[in-house]
């Protein structure tokens, strides 16, 4: 079993709030991926049995959401926004900026497996760009100065 | 400890004015809170709903109030209401649409986060209005810090009985559920929204049958966006002639505007409608104008689907007729200002990349189109373009617009076809001298 049995309870209280079970997916999939930080075939077989939804239902959904990737990521997810507000206020640049700073491409992970960088679309925060939304958390009005605070910050947490 | 997005608002503006009110607490603190949202006349309306008034009587109020959905489509919300069937057996289900991600829109989650309580008012009110038991708040999956407030939220609506069953014992029963998304901006159109919270990918559906009709597990269902819910509460308390003292004759009431881009003051504004739009870029008490003197290049009014503005039109109500009347949208009231130092042709390479990449794929046009429009302006702007590209691409978004299940087709082409008609003489100057020729400065401090 990779789901904890929290998790496992967790997504069957899910399903018990729907008329339907089927739409105890994305919540059943939301909670394996704050748990495991990404999604496999296992994962998807391990929620339809909590939840008796077939596998391939499971599947097909995860499929198509940006936010349950397969591959597994670094401990510290950063997502840089690169949409029109963000890219106004120098997203290209930030996103340069962190490659700089962990020595990685965009679509990397950091040899030491603390970090992957990633650019995503719109998060919402477009009177606070630039932005980054690391792991559950967003970072707002971002600067260098603040950058270099943060990604100190998680290092000394790591 | 609750999460709060540093954004500016005009909360204090707002609090002197006897009659703005979405904003009115949401830099208390405390506002989050059932107890201090009471203390503010919190849950008064849906007393008031629940204790005396027939679901006919709130949707004829929320009807002559003017009130039109604030996600982007602009349509009557009362009357979107009054199409539920009477007479259906089926469940009734009310969905509040959370999945705010229309690049520049940032202002359902100052609601989230600070007033949660606003919305999951109005979400009753409407529930009952239509004879729903059972309503969904659906939040984008990005939005943590949002989906832990709603439902803290929720449970303190629970515990306090404004949710659960026979309500200020009236025998009427109403629950929620906090729904997530994952991540697809195509599921804030309320088809492919359905879609996703039946557990399907999210793809738009064919109309009809409306979802009113047939939505939500083939059942009745009401789709509305959070800044449209959050107002309800208010229109109940204070009655539709009330609104109606705000905006314009057919834009009633008032709106949060968000304003990105190059301003000072990037933040989320509540004005009425009708609110002059270069007021709400210039003033000192709203965006102050744009860093480092700098001229204005466009403006992007309602959000990244919207017809771009020339310098010269901004001189425009806030409003949905005023700026259909330049050629534009108020679409989610999201303001995206550029300077002159930003090229036409790499904000649209901005734009069409989100596009495509959010393209569902269900319609062939919007699904490869979107595809070659990226392909084509990217080239355009890396000076690799070829003469007839344009004419191409103007062809191209000819064959997108409306044919197309949902709006997005027609979100990814409209800013595109504004621009080759404001700007031509840009688009041409990237194809016959092989190079973008604006500075193009967006570096960040």
């Known amino acids: 079993m990779i789901l904890t049995e929290e998790s496992v309870k967790a997504i069957k209280e899910k ?66 926004c690169h949409n029109i507000s963000c890219a106004l206020l120098g997203a290209d640049s930030l996103i340069g900026y962190l490659e700089e700073k962990l020595g990685i491409k965009k679509g990397e992970t950091t040899p030491d497996n603390l970090f992957t960088l990633i650019s995503v679309e719109c998060l919402g925060s477009c009177a606070t760009a630039p932005m980054m939304q690391i792991n559950n958390d967003f970072y707002e009005n971002l600067t260098r100065a603040k950058v270099d605070e943060i990604l100190e910050e998680l290092k000394a947490k790591a | 400890m609750s999460f709060y997005s540093p954004v500016i608002t005009n909360a204090a503006e707002v609090a002197q004015s006897d009659d703005l009110h979405l904003f009115r607490y949401v830099e208390d603190p405390e506002q989050h809170n059932v107890d201090t949202y009471e203390k503010h006349g919190g849950y008064v309306a849906w007393k008031k709903v629940l204790t005396s008034m027939q679901p006919d009587e709130v949707i004829a109020e929320v009807k002559n109030s003017g009130l039109r959905g604030r996600g982007g489509a602009g349509f009557p919300t009362g009357m979107k209401w009054g199409f539920v069937p009477k007479d259906s057996p089926k469940a009734r289900y009310l969905i509040c649409n959370a999945d705010e991600s229309e690049p520049g829109t940032c202002k359902d989650r100052v609601i989230m986060e600070r007033d949660p309580h606003a919305m999951i008012e109005g979400m009753a009110i409407g529930a009952y209005a239509i004879g729903s038991h059972l309503m969904f708040c659906y939040i984008r999956g990005e939005f943590g810090h949002c989906i832990d407030q709603v439902e803290a939220a929720m449970k303190q609506a629970y515990a306090k009985g404004h949710l659960g069953k026979n309500i200020y014992g009236s025998g009427y029963d109403l629950d929620m559920v906090v729904h ?143 700026l259909a009347s330049v050629g534009s949208m108020l679409g989610s009231g999201a303001i995206i200002v550029l300077d002159e130092d930003t090229c036409i042709v790499w904000s649209i390479m901005k734009l069409i990349h989100f596009f495509r990449h959010e393209s569902c794929g269900k319609c062939t046009p919007c699904r490869e189109g979107t595809g070659w429009l990226e392909q084509l302006i990217t080239r355009i702007e890396h000076g690799e373009g070829r003469p007839g590209d344009i004419e191409k691409i103007d062809d191209l978004c000819g064959n997108i617009l409306g044919r197309t299940i949902c709006p997005l087709g027609d979100a990814a082409v409209m800013p595109i076809q504004s621009t080759i008609k404001h700007w031509r003489d840009e688009w041409q100057y990237h194809i016959d001298h092989k190079k973008c020729p604006c500075a193009n400065t967006h570096e960040f401090k």
């Open chain 1, 15 to 80: 399903v018990k709030l729907y008329p339907q079970r089927k739409s105890a997916i994305l919540p059943a999939l939301t909670i394996a991926y704050r748990q495991v930080g990404h999604l496999s075939d296992e994962i998807y077989q391990e929620i339809s049995r909590a939840t008796r939804i077939p596998y391939v239902e499971i599947a097909e959904a995860a499929t198509f959401y940006t936010m349950f990737p397969k591959a597994p990521r670094g401990k510290y997810l950063i997502q840089v």
């Open chain 2, 180 to 322: 997530t998304g994952g991540g697809a901006y195509i599921c804030g159109e309320e088809t492919a929204l359905l879609n996703s919270l039946e557990g399907e990918k999210g793809l738009s559906r064919i109309r009809p049958p409306f979802p009113a009709v047939a939505g939500l597990y083939a059942s009745p269902t009401i789709v509305n966006n959070v800044e449209t819910l959050a107002a309800v509460p208010h229109i109940i308390n204070r009655g539709a002639d009330w609104y109606k003292t705000m905006g314009t004759e057919k834009s009633a009431g008032s709106k949060i505007f968000s304003l990105t881009g190059h301003v000072n003051r990037p933040g989320n504004y509540e004005v009425p409608l009708g609110f002059n739009l270069k007021t709400l870029i210039y003033d000192e008490k709203y965006g102050a104008g744009i860093p480092n003197g700098k001229k204005l290049k466009a403006v992007i009014p309602g959000g990244a689907s919207t017809p771009y503005l020339k310098p010269d039109m901004i001189d425009v109500g806030l409003d949905y007729e005023s």
